[in-house]
């Protein structure tokens, strides 16, 4: 799979390609992709965080409320608490694009 690294795949072409490593067809991939989808959204949107083995770790972090600058006015405003949702990527993923 010969990807230019400015143009990320499709999901049409992420199918593709998932049906093709599974030896299955494209159908399936699509069903399993977006299990996938559904799995980690459900886990993350209840503050949990999942490993996916290879690739690495997402999870859920709160913020605490915050001052923040509004930069076209420079007027300093309170942003309220949130979540943000971090990726950490894992080394043996990070070690194979160095290689």
């Not at 309170?78 to 993923?93: E, Q």
Request: glycine letters at 6%.
């Amino acid at each position: 799979m010969a990807q230019a690294a400015s143009k990320p795949l499709t999901k049409t072409q992420l199918v593709a390609t998932l049906a093709e490593e599974m030896g299955s067809d494209k159908k399936t991939a699509a069903a399993a992709l977006d299990a996938l989808s559904a799995v980690v959204a459900k886990t993350v949107a209840d503050g949990g965080a999942l490993t996916l083995p290879g690739i690495g770790k997402v999870a859920c972090r709160a913020r605490p409320e915050r001052q923040v600058r509004n930069p076209q006015t420079q007027e300093m405003m309170t942003k309220p608490a949130d979540k943000v949702i971090k990726v950490t990527i894992a080394k043996a993923l990070k070690d194979s694009v160095n290689a």
